[in-house]
């Protein structure tokens, strides 16, 4: 399909493009025109139509309506791998095609999971609050452990998830996962079904969420799930903040029904300020990063000119969104 014009609609607060991101676009794709824009006005007053959407998923009503009133928009792809803003909306009734950026986000995510980790393992959140009352606290060394001996449990092994399998495994853990069709890899001890979810709980001591945000895992993990963990244990998400029930995880980490919490991800972002989680000095808490690299764009990129190159020529589209099945 002939490619005429593309919108690049970026994130005003941290744009994900650059000058030599959109040079690389317009050298695979000589003679297209291609509009960038960080605010929904900019980009009305540069153009009201485009073959193609490149955007942040999150996008405005304004954005939606964009969308709508533009009759040869055939296709979005979203820059990120979440594509829940776009389905959230009407453009999921349109005839317009969505795809996601995925494959590339297991490197700097796993590193992140990890240093959820070891900060756990050492006590570092411990340690770092003595530090701001310049306490010192060694008597806290009692709190410090090791990965001997210990399980990760994975929840989605997908690219993410199985990139951090391969870490952990590398790093003497024991890994065990859940997919919904179960898989043998030598980075996995033990791959459950998704109706096996109770064992990966009771016998892991890193409990670690990497699925997708759809109507099937919305609340994936609540109470009962959060109680089958060992008291000992440490729940980590890197996922989306509406996979696990906010307000069932702060009730058993209050009650210290579980060891504590590294949390990337919130039912609302950003998170309030008068949010418990806060204050709970067995949580580790960072801004939705976990995916953020100086890497990033560059990877995606690839994606992007692979699918627009793709669609160029009338091939099947990467990550494509099922709108039927649910995304």
């Not at 096996?196 to 993990?221: A, C, G, M, N, R």
């Amino acid at each position: 399909m002939q490619i005429k014009k593309i919108a690049i609609f970026d994130y005003e607060a941290s744009p994900f493009f650059n000058e030599n991101h959109i040079k690389s676009i317009q050298e695979a794709l000589p003679g297209v025109e291609i509009i960038y824009a960080i605010k929904e006005k900019e980009l009305r007053a540069k153009t009201t139509d485009a073959d193609v959407l490149i955007t942040w998923p999150f996008i405005t009503e304004e954005m939606v309506e964009f969308c709508k009133g533009a009759p040869s928009l055939k296709w979005i792809h979203s820059i990120i791998s979440g594509v829940e803003g776009l389905m959230n909306s009407e453009i999921r009734n349109l005839d317009i095609r969505i795809t996601s950026t995925k494959g590339i986000h297991g490197f700097p995510m796993a590193e992140h999971v990890l240093a959820y980790i070891f900060s756990f393992l050492r006590a570092l959140p411990v340690f770092f609050r003595s530090q701001l009352k310049k306490e010192w606290n060694d008597e806290a060394h009692v709190l410090c452990d090791e990965t001997i001996n210990k399980t990760v449990g994975i929840i989605g092994l997908g690219n993410i998830g199985m990139h951090i399998a391969k870490k952990c495994k590398l790093l003497g853990f024991r890994v065990v996962a859940l997919k919904r069709t179960p898989i043998q890899s030598e980075w996995v001890d033990k791959c459950y079904s998704a109706v096996e979810i109770d064992q990966l709980l009771k016998e892991s001591d890193f409990v670690i969420v990497t699925v997708p945000y759809t109507p099937q895992t919305h609340h994936l993990i609540g109470e009962k799930e959060l109680r089958m963990m060992k008291k000992t244990a440490y729940f980590i998400n890197v996922a989306r903040g509406g996979v696990v029930d906010q307000e069932a995880l702060i009730k058993v980490l209050q009650e210290n029904t579980i060891a504590g919490a590294g949390l990337d991800v919130f039912a609302e972002e950003p998170l309030p300020s008068d949010n418990p989680l806060w204050d709970l000095p067995n949580v580790i808490l960072t801004p939705h990063i976990a995916a953020r690299s100086p890497y990033y764009m560059d990877r995606a990129i690839k994606v992007v000119i692979e699918n627009l190159l793709r669609f160029s020529r009338d091939e099947e589209l990467l990550f494509e969104v099922d709108k039927v099945r649910g995304y």
